[in-house]
């Protein structure tokens, strides 16, 4: 998105237009912006054997599945519901990969039964579950095992997820074990390792940290007498949220397969998991001032977008930048404004002191509202559900309609009292 002139554009269509006719709050998603980003990722793997599963958590809406799906892409899902929506978008099965730490035996058949490409097992105790599921089936399950290569957290304090005292994955020292434990059960076929250090990581070094970890157990393994075909390496590339400089990826992907071909894996079949860094920045979310309430200590800026719509500043006191529609000069006075929705929560912020210069009825855009909003929202103050539109040069697809509130009462029942 850019302004041309003072009018905020997504690709060749004004904001104000598409709030005008479909009102607000409203989630505005760039098909280019999307494949641009992906794209960055294709040049990184030229000429290599791999796969980009995108993390379909960060954005699960059909018509963003549809955009990947036909661009050839795989995904990463994490539930039975993933994969019925991956399918319904017409992805390919053998390019799914399941993650997550709690497979349920139901979602274990489903994707079994659906041929998907890779099971990463996240426990020692899925791995006996797994295999007999897929033995009650006649078939064996393809695995990975996820690995915690256990970053050093002193040097790269955000990583989350790859760390000792976290639910994801297997220990390093006992992956090998397991591993062997894996290639003992008749239901499983073991095909490859993955991992997963974390989330908006804006810095090359954990993963090239996290490599070599992966790369140490990769030839123990295989030592071992157990092949491995691929190696995944999750997800978790950041974005610009605030200034944030995170690596482009094709720059990253330039270094982590100089240091896998030093280290003679470059054969591999790589995987990734890339989430947020394929949908983040291609995204806003349209909302209209209700009201400016100025206070003794604080002005509030209250917006019809709220924490049900936009979670992250709830939950991660995440930043994203707030620019208005129309950036023309004004003779509204500028003000430092918490951002805030209707929602009977404090949590219930936006944006915090920032500087603005708004009225009742004005427009403004929430940034970087492509990931890890929409698929976190929530009917929260029986809010319905916002808009959803896709843009494509000037053309405009709606990918979700508003819900109504009879849409969420829907499964409910009124008893006899
Ligand atoms: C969430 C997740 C991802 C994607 O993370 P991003 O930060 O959105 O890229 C990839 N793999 C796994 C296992 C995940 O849980």
């Not at 790369?215 to 997800?235: C, P, R, Y």
Request: charged content about 20%; glycine content about 8%.
């Amino acid at each position: 998105m850019a302004y041309h002139g003072a009018v905020l554009q997504v690709e060749d269509v004004a904001l104000s237009q598409l709030a005008a006719e479909h009102g607000t709050p409203l989630f505005v998603y760039s098909k280019a912006s999307m494949l641009a980003a992906l794209a960055a990722y294709q040049r990184g793997f030229a000429g290599r054997h791999a796969q980009i599963c995108y993390a379909m958590k960060a954005n699960s809406s059909l018509g963003v599945l549809q955009v990947f799906a036909s661009a050839g892409c795989g995904f990463d899902i994490v539930s039975g519901g993933e994969l019925e929506r991956v399918l319904a978008a017409g992805g390919d099965a053998a390019k799914i990969i399941f993650s997550g730490v709690g497979k349920t035996r139901g979602e274990m058949r489903q994707a079994l039964q659906a041929g998907i490409g890779c099971f990463n097992v996240e426990s020692e105790a899925e791995l006996d579950v797994l295999s007999a599921v897929a033995e009650s089936l006649a078939l064996r399950a393809p695995i990975s095992i996820r690995v915690n290569p256990n970053v050093d957290p002193k040097t790269h304090p955000y990583i989350s997820t790859g760390l000792k005292d976290n639910k994801f994955g297997v220990a390093h020292e006992d992956a090998l074990r397991i591993y062997q434990h894996a290639a003992s059960l008749k239901g499983l076929q073991v095909v490859g390792i993955d991992c997963h250090i974390g989330s908006q990581i804006t810095d090359a070094t954990p993963y090239l940290d996290a490599m070599d970890r992966v790369l140490d157990l990769v030839a123990s393994i295989e030592a071992s007498g157990i092949a491995l075909t691929h190696i995944d390496f999750g997800g978790g590339l950041g974005i610009n949220y605030n200034n944030d400089t995170p690596p482009a990826a094709d720059a990253l992907w330039a270094q982590l397969l100089r240091k896998l071909d030093e280290r003679g894996f470059g054969h591999k079949k790589l995987m990734i998991e890339p989430g947020r860094s394929l949908v983040g920045n291609a995204g806003v979310c349209v909302t209209e001032v209700l009201y400016v309430k100025p206070g003794e200590l604080k002005n509030f800026c209250i917006i019809d977008a709220a924490m049900n719509d936009l979670p992250r500043p709830a939950m991660y006191q995440a930043f994203h930048a707030i620019v208005p529609l129309l950036a023309n000069p004004t003779d509204t006075p500028e003000a430092r404004y918490d951002v805030v929705g209707p929602i009977c929560e404090s949590g219930d912020w936006i944006g915090r002191d920032r500087t603005l210069a708004v009225k009742s009825g004005d427009q403004l855009a929430v940034l970087s509202a492509g990931a890890y909003c929409m698929s976190m929202s929530s009917n929260y103050n029986t809010r319905s559900r916002a808009v959803e539109l896709l843009v494509d040069r000037a053309t405009v697809h709606v990918i979700r309609e508003r819900e109504s509130t009879a849409d969420q009462m829907r499964l409910e029942r009124l008893v006899a009292l």
